[in-house]
């Protein structure tokens, strides 16, 4: 057991050093965390034996629940809006298009059978959400006719799709007497359907506990976590689509007014990438190198004809009556990366045992690091070279995690009966430089702060305080102070404190301005500012 937790510690802790690594080199993080797996895998260098496709199964799927719930939840519906339509008809018209023509091209070009092709070109037909949010995070690619929103939509919504076609081909393969076109029609309305609606039910009643309750801190990311887990669930078990329930309850989370949205965004990024480090991880540790060799001619045919032929074909075919600029369509015909949800769906139809699916594993797992390695690393050169990259935008900003820098700071302020300020009227106060007065309370009721207002005794008072437009490297610290503290009950003249100054002391709920003589008691909050002797 300890052993084990050191190997997961020591997987993690290279995860991360990893990230720096993919920076400098450019290559993608997820290709990072795949080659780990490799390298620990039956043909790699800690030669750990690992083929058990069911626990795999699991373990990935359930990772991938919440890969999809955050690619909700983290794209900002206002600025995918404009281009939603669009990715709507990519993540379904264009995945059902690359499934049928790639499909096609394993069955009449390569010679494989016409069920696996089908199946091959279903696997491969998604692009993944959690390589392209990465690239575009990480590289800061921000595109022009607002791209980056548009890949970020499609590429978190079109798995279901993929998804279900997979499904469909492996029920037509295990009991094609069972499956009539009545049953496929009501079989893929009920997959959307009761996505849509379980999705949206859960999302609306769990804002609305949100709105009504508060948990205590931590508590919240967790209740959220519980709702993407039951709507994947709640909606397989009623013949929907589980994976477009999860997203579908994301990104109406994600884009309602709820508390603490940017620290929830936070944590779910944090999360998501440890379900990127686990699923990618163990790829590479379920994968064999060595097999790899035995399908690099089919693989690289397919990569190829997928990248330069179909992926090309269907974004054209999309975009054009939408008049978008060639340039655009050559990005998002590049940016179709194919990931981690490919894999999986190869690994779910391994388990399905109806299909020579060990030879489709291998195969969707070399055109996947094929794509990770090649589009994923020159994504950002194609972008620059297209004349695409948007020097003035921020692709930071599609995501629910953005916050624009404020201007103006509001800070409360107390006025005592020793402040200088009572008893005078606002024109008159040497208020500092770009500072109002905005905001004061009086008696329990808001008054509206003119020239000639007098401030009195209580009032609060909120002070809008413009913020420096230079950054710089004052180092503040907040230190509490605790009963028997060796602080306690001295005066701020005899405590010595090594490169720091006091500025505040907050106590009681009640700011003081500290001098030499003002005396630290217990459970006071000192802010301390640190810097140089």
Known sequence: MNLLLLFCAVVIALAVFGTRFSDKSGLPTLLIFIVLGMLAGSDGVLRIEFANYAVS???????????MFHGGFGTKWSMARPVALKAILLSSIGVVLTALFTGLFCYLVLGIGLADSMLIGSVLSSTDAATVFSILKSRKLSLKYNTSSLLELESGSNDPTAYMLVTILIMLKSSPENVSGWFLAYRIFAQIAFAFAIGAVLAYTLFHVLKHFSFSSGFEPLLILSASIASYAVSSLAGGNGYLSTYITGIILGNMEIRHKKELVNFFDTFEGMMQILIFFLLGLLSFPSQLAGVAPVGLLVAFFMTFVARPLVVFMIMTPFKAPFAQQ?????????????????????????????SIFNIVFFVVLLSILLQGTFLPLVSKRTGMIDEKGDVLKTFNDYEEAENIEFVPMHLDGSNSWVDKQIKDIPIPPNTIIAAIERGGHPLVPRGGTTLRKDDQIILGIEKPAIKTSIDLHEQLVADGDPWCGKPLKDINIPKGLVLLIIRDGQNIIPYGDTVVMANDRLVINYGEA
Do not use: N, P
């Open 57 to 67: 199964e699991k373990i990935c799927s359930a990772a991938l629940i919440f890969i």
């Open 330 to 358: 050559q990005v998002i015909s590049w940016a179709g990366l194919r990931g981690a949800s490919s894999i999986v769906f190869a690994i779910v139809v391994t388990v399905s045992g109806t299909f020579a699916s060990g």
